[in-house]
């Protein structure tokens, strides 16, 4: 099993839409959780950090439940701006290092 | 504030050269990471260093890598000598120590180094 799981997409969604992308990751001792965005050929960027109540920024709302190690990122009307790879990062244990996936790629369309 | 910063954004050797890449964190950083990430593959930590020391070296490919931070300032991923599959772009991030009860430091990245092994 793949330590980060997203759905690759993409999703390509006319402007104003809402998406939501599901991740799930498999190490139960992660404790920290983030969505980064990554345009092409750039790195990653912290989009948000992910707390287990759940927690919004703007237009983007992500969700965490920790028993089901399963976390989602929701962005409400969307822009073209928006167009990127948006990736589950769990951060590994007791360890500093950051666990990616492969990412969603969002593609927003006029 | 400058951010993480990464020498060179290319580099194109043949097999068997030697590479070294540069980063330079955010002044400040204790925490600083090498990533790596290979064509059609996702991002993979390589190592992580506080301050000086080498905190974690888990993600370390072979020990024809070798990552340096003397001085607990910039740092230093060399490649000796280099394979075809060490191709891919090399990340490096910074963080600040860790604040209790936060949860958990965020990782500034560099643009990282592309490189190409012929």
């Known amino acids: 099993r793949k330590e980060v799981e997203q759905d690759p997409g993409p999703f390509n969604v006319p402007e104003g839409a809402t998406v939501a992308f599901n991740c799930t990751y498999s190490n139960s001792a992660s404790q920290s959780f983030f969505w980064y965005r990554q345009d092409c050929r750039k790195e990653p960027k912290l989009l948000m950090s992910?707390?287990?109540s759940g927690n919004e920024d703007g237009r983007f709302t992500a969700q965490l439940n920790r028993a089901s190690q399963y976390i989602s990122l929701l962005i409400r009307d969307s822009k073209l701006s928006d167009s990127a790879t948006y990736l589950c990062v769990p951060r590994g244990g007791s360890q500093g290092n950051l666990i990616f996936g492969k990412g969603t790629k969002l593609s927003v369309k006029p | 504030e400058a951010g993480v910063t990464q020498f060179p954004s290319h580099s194109v050797i043949e097999k068997g050269q030697t590479v070294t890449l540069r980063c330079d964190p955010i002044?400040?950083?204790?925490?600083l990471y090498w990533y790596r990430r290979v064509m059609g593959k996702e991002i993979k930590f390589l190592l992580h260093f506080v301050k000086e020391s080498k905190q974690d070296e888990s993600g370390m490919p072979n020990n024809r890598f070798l990552a340096e931070r003397t001085g607990g300032t910039y740092s230093t991923l060399k490649v000796q000598p280099a394979e075809l599959e060490d191709s891919g772009v090399y990340f490096c991030?910074?963080?600040?120590?860790?604040?209790?009860?936060?949860?958990?430091?965020?990782?500034?990245f560099g643009p990282g180094t592309r490189l190409l092994v012929l």
């Open positions: 991030a910074s963080s600040q120590d860790r604040v209790a009860g936060l949860p958990g430091e965020t990782q500034y």
């Open positions: 002044s400040g950083h204790d925490n």
């Open positions: 992910v707390y287990s």
